[in-house]
């Protein structure tokens, strides 16, 4: 969680908040600079994110 918070240049209780859901990330650049931070590819989380809405509005196991 540190070394995370080091990577972002905020502090660890932002990254402990974000994880713990107390605080949500504000906006799409946020997401994409947390992503990135954490090596994620942040376009690739947003579509499975999508996919996991999408197969619980439906009731489809995408």
């Known amino acids: ?3 995370l918070a080091e990577r972002l240049a905020v502090p660890h209780s932002f990254v402990q908040k974000v994880e713990t859901m ?7 650049l946020e997401y994409v600079v947390y992503c990135e931070a954490l090596g994620l ?3 690739e989380r947003l579509q499975l994110l999508s996919y ?10 995408l």
């Open 1 to 3: 969680m540190r070394a």
């Open 22 to 28: 107390e605080r949500k990330l504000a906006d799409v």
């Open 41 to 43: 590819e942040p376009a």
């Open 52 to 61: 996991r809405l999408f197969s619980t509005r439906t009731g489809s196991n």
